[in-house]
């Protein structure tokens, strides 16, 4: 059955990020499926974004006026957004309120808001909290407030699920794994024909070591590139990268690094490289060995990763992965802290694992460069086997199984046959929540001894709120918004997202706000859409204001 | 040594937060997951080699799948396997255990949650050391010793504040104890190098290095992991030699076949160990007519006289610095500037530490500073604020050093501090004479070990309610070991 759902975060598009592609991407494949949804989230300065906009694939994004605090972040009003929040969810009719991340303030007061207005909410957390700094004991217990009437909860991992059903104390029955999803056709490993064409980043490119031809076999004393993309922060294991990068120099005289992104530790790795002795740091021909790239944007990371062998991540905490699953996708062998989630992402023959000491690093990059050189791994096949394992569609069909789950209707017919039939109830119990009042209250008292008390005292006067919009803003004088008018089916796959052109060659609209063609799609495809699309094309800005 | 090889104490300081290696580990087993599971394209013995494994089945891929299976064997073959495998018995496929991974996919529901798994790696109270009462009483010790010392100063302040003292008699005492705690740390200073010597000379000779060393020898490209390439330079004969000065020193140095450096000029700087592949004596050429322990000391009076000399220049400013402000103001911002002191005090800092927590010592200063504005001549004034010094700038030095080389002494130290410090209450509060005196010791005593006890009690008591919880989502810490050779 089709749903009205409201996703809701402060963190979306124009900002990048991880958390605001998925729920891009969530979007764009839930309307796919024949749902309506639309994502609010507050306004951006710069670039602009204000009042309402429809992106590729009839997302619709409100952009709700807030003031934004920290890192866009909006100011912790509880009670300020509940009625431009209600107008929204009246005229849209929505069903379900799907927030994300757990340091959104808005999706705390969507989620609040929309189960005082009766709706079923999901709530997806992104990221792992520990439990014994004063920060992450506050934001505990602000998320055991929140998700304390949730219907359900999303978690990337299986370790964020053990993380945050003992953070918000939840039933685990209603807290459902679903992982993150990359875009496979985006990263692709270097297809023959860029080869011939080196110039794959622009100018920067032609500092870089040149992508390796994937026909020819690695030999013995080949040159071997490690990508580093991640940004330069204590969490992310910065510290072991430069503690670890002059071992495996001095090591390995055949390794060239790539390492993409900026932040606080950037200073100590340039010093660490300055102070290294030359002929370690450059090759003879005075090309350097270590490339620092900067902070380079998503769409360029494809284009660095296939310039590599391995992947080398030294994070410290981790709740997904994403761009392990990223470099997999695009042919590299990995080696990876084993922190966070990261043990689950990816299967044993395309990763290493390490521990987060030094010697073990230069361990397990070692371990790497042998099965590379002995040609122990298939890099060939890796692309193939990560788009069997994550894919936005897949993603999208399992959220809808939670949907159902929640609303206790019966399942679309392609989601209902994944499962036996002894699964067919499995945590419904620990799901139905009551919307009464005092069973709402009930829950929040639980909270603890004072926090249980003040969380009453705002869900009651959040109640008293709704009933004084209910008169001050009468639910029938509020117009209803019609629905995007239904595609014929045709045009709703040229529009949505895909376009089959053929075997495998997926292209078009492929990241958000991003025309992307491929040299080989259909040149037609393009002129038609950009002629029967409302609007031009620039880059992240894609749509109108409604 | 080889470069990388783990040390015992690398693997004990393994963190918590690191999942054992077992259930993901790349040891090829049957029971190993090969990516091949993800979706069934399988080819019949290889599925045979692995009856029990968790096949996961992937009806999200049947298209793609096709494709994959296309180089193999026939599509046809494999679809009408799978058919015949799907249409078997679900029972079987309940007993395919599920599997902590993302990749896979399982026939088992999202919010599946399996009870042997689950949480399984989660760690309550993983570091808990039950605590003794004794040794919480010992501890709690430099708690009151320090609190002492605050109720000390503050009486001295009534005292002279009331006349009933003499400034110049409380900071003259002070200083001679002052003088005394220097010359006692000093002692200790040069009993530990002479014992360090003879132990650090054979041993890591690059372990300790003053901090002229650092200065000197060591540029930061050192920390970028490399071995320094030669063994230190053969120039110790020279160490010897500028040591010589030193009597206590000579005989050592000379018996170590001239391995040992140049140890701590003050043995409150621990450097981290910084060897220095060039290492230069640094002494010889500029320090040569004097030891290192006897320009410290020269360096320490310097100071000293110093600070004297600036204090008494500044006493008049000082006297009439908050003049202005009302008395109320003044006692109450004192009170909070000593509670301040109080509380932020660095009790666990070790003899090492030189200054540690700033902030309370600075309260402390400007509380001083504050109330000596009270004062009504510039020789009280001058001698509060030196007094002030003493008590927390230089006297929670000696405290540490004093704890880390006797017990007893540490022991008498905190009873003769109780005595005075009570006995000070008991005059200061009743105003009266040294019956009143004898009688707040009596009840001080009484309290303060009665405080101690039911603290460390109390403290005891409480380890029950602790709930540490530690787990796989903690951030690491990383083990950023630097092998040097």
């Known amino acids: 059955m089709p749903y009205n759902i409201a996703m809701i975060s402060d963190f979306f598009y124009p900002q990048p990020g991880g958390v605001e592609s998925h729920i891009y991407q969530l979007s764009s494949k839930l309307i796919d499926r024949g749902h309506r949804v639309i994502i609010i989230t507050h306004a951006y300065d710069s670039p602009s974004r204000a009042g309402v906009r429809y992106l590729t694939n009839r997302v619709k994004v409100y952009h709700l006026p807030h003031w934004v605090v920290y890192r866009s972040t909006t100011f912790p009003t509880v009670f300020s957004s509940f009625p431009l929040l209600r107008q929204i969810f009246i005229r849209e009719q929505i069903q379900i309120v799907h927030g994300h991340a757990s340091l959104s303030n808005l999706c705390h007061e969507g989620i609040l808001h929309a189960r005082t207005m009766g709706l079923r909410t999901v709530f997806t957390d992104h990221s792992l909290f520990g439990f014994s700094d004063a920060a992450s004991i506050m934001a505990n217990k602000l998320l055991k407030f929140s998700l304390s009437d949730v219907d359900h909860v999303v978690c990337v991992s299986h370790t964020c699920k053990e993380n945050t059903t003992l953070r918000a104390s939840l039933n685990p029955l209603s807290v459902s794994v679903i992982p993150n999803a990359v875009v496979a056709s985006n990263f692709r490993p270097l297809q023959p024909h860029e080869v011939k064409t080196p110039q794959l980043y622009g100018d920067k490119g032609l500092l870089l070591p040149s992508p390796p031809d994937p026909s020819q076999p690695l030999g013995p004393g080949d040159p071997i590139t490690i990508i580093v993309i991640s940004r330069l922060f204590y969490n992310k294991g910065t510290d072991l990268l430069i503690s670890a990068l002059p071992l495996l120099l001095r090591m390995h005289p055949n390794l060239r690094f790539i390492i993409a992104g900026s932040g606080p530790k950037a200073i100590d790795l340039e010093q660490t490289l300055d102070s290294l002795p030359q002929q370690l740091v450059y090759l003879p021909s005075g090309q350097s060995r270590v490339v620092l790239m900067g902070s380079i944007r998503h769409e360029e990371v494809r284009d660095v990763m296939v310039r590599g062998h391995l992947l080398l991540s030294t994070s410290l905490t981790e709740a997904f992965g994403t761009v392990l699953v990223e470099a997999a996708s695009c042919g590299l062998m990995v080696v990876a802290t084993r922190v966070g989630g990261v043990p689950e992402v990816l299967p044993g023959n395309m990763t290493v694992f390490v521990l987060p000491e030094v010697a073990d690093v230069v361990r397990g990059v070692t371990e790497a460069v042998g099965l590379l050189t002995a040609r122990a791994v298939r890099r060939d096949r890796f692309h193939d086997q990560v788009r069997m394992m994550y894919s936005w569609a897949d993603i999208a069909r399992r959220t809808e199984r939670v949907y159902d789950l929640i609303t206790g209707s019966a399942s679309a017919e392609d989601n209902s046959e994944y499962y036996n039939s002894e699964w067919e109830n499995y945590g419904q119990p620990g799901t139905t929540q009551s919307f009464a009042l005092i069973d709402r209250l009930k829950r929040y008292f639980g909270c603890g001894v004072w926090a249980g008390k003040l969380f009453v005292i705002v869900v009651v006067i959040d109640y008293l709120i709704y009933c004084f919009l209910e008169l001050a803003y009468p639910r029938h004088k509020i117009d209803l918004c019609k629905p995007w008018p239904a595609a014929r089916k045709d045009k709703g796959v040229e529009r949505g997202g895909e376009v089959e052109g053929g075997e495998g060659e997926v292209v078009a609209v492929e990241r958000y706000g991003t025309v992307r063609q491929k040299a080989h799609a259909p040149r037609e495809v393009r002129r038609e859409k950009n002629a029967g699309a409302p609007v031009v094309v620039t880059g992240l800005g894609l749509g109108t204001t409604g | ?485």
């Open chain 2, 1 to 485: 040594m080889p470069p990388f090889e783990p040390s015992s104490a690398s693997q004990s300081s393994r963190t918590s937060s690191i999942q054992s290696e077992q259930p993901y580990s790349r040891a090829p087993s049957s029971r190993h997951l090969r990516p091949e599971d993800a979706f069934p394209n399988t080819s019949p013995p290889y599925q045979q080699q692995r009856s029990r494994s968790p096949l996961g089945r992937s009806d999200t891929v049947t298209a793609a799948t096709a494709h994959l299976v296309n180089n193999g064997n026939t599509t046809n073959a494999t679809r009408k396997h799978r058919d015949k495998r799907r249409g078997r018995s679900s029972s079987r496929r309940r007993h395919r255990p599920w599997k902590k991974l993302l990749w896979v996919k399982q026939s088992y529901p999202d919010n599946y949650t399996d009870e042997e798994t689950f949480l399984d790696h989660l760690q309550r109270n993983p570091r808990l050391q039950p605590y003794e009462f004794w040794t919480l009483v010992a501890d709690s010790t430099i708690i009151v010793q320090h609190v002492c010392s605050v109720i000390i100063f503050v009486c001295c302040f009534t005292g002279i504040f009331q006349e009933r003292v003499s400034p110049n008699a409380v900071v003259g005492w002070a200083t001679f104890g002052t003088v005394a705690g220097w010359v006692l740390r000093d002692y200790w200073h040069t009993r530990e190098e002479v014992e360090d010597g003879g132990v650090v000379g054979r041993g890591d000779g690059l372990g300790e290095l003053g901090e002229e060393d650092v200065d000197a020898g060591t540029p930061a490209s050192l920390d970028a992991g490399f071995p320094p390439k030669e063994p230190p330079l053969p120039a110790n004969g020279l160490h010897s030699r500028v040591h010589s000065r030193n009597p206590s020193l000579t005989s050592v140095s000379g018996l170590q076949q001239a391995q040992s450096p140049p140890l701590a000029a003050s043995a409150d700087l621990h450097s981290p160990p910084v060897p220095s592949p060039t290492f230069i004596p640094p002494y010889n050429s500029r320090k040569s007519s004097l030891s290192p322990r006897m320009a410290e000391r020269l360096t320490t009076a310097k100071s000293a006289i110093l600070i004297y000399f600036s204090l008494l220049g500044l006493s008049p400013i000082l006297k009439s610095l908050t003049k202005s402000t009302s008395s109320d103001s003044i006692w109450a911002l004192s009170s909070w500037l000593m509670c301040i002191n109080v509380f932020t005090f660095d009790y666990g800092a070790g003899p090492e530490a030189k200054f540690p927590a700033s902030l309370s010592t600075n309260a402390a200063l400007m509380a001083s500073t504050v109330l000596a504005s009270r004062l009504p001549s510039t020789t009280h004034v001058f001698s509060l604020t030196l007094f002030s010094i003493e008590v927390f700038g230089l006297f929670p030095v000696f405290r540490r050093h004093l704890k880390h080389h006797s017990w007893p002494l540490h022991l008498a130290l905190t009873i003769f501090l109780i005595v005075l410090a009570s006995g000070g209450l008991g005059m200061v509060i009743s105003g009266g004479g040294l019956g009143y005196a004898v009688l707040g010791v009596a009840l001080g005593g009484v309290v303060t070990l009665l405080g101690m006890g039911a603290t460390s009690w109390w403290l005891i008591g409480l380890q029950r309610y602790k709930n540490e919880i530690h787990g796989p989502w903690d951030p690491a810490r990383p083990v950023i070991r630097r092998h040097w050779d």
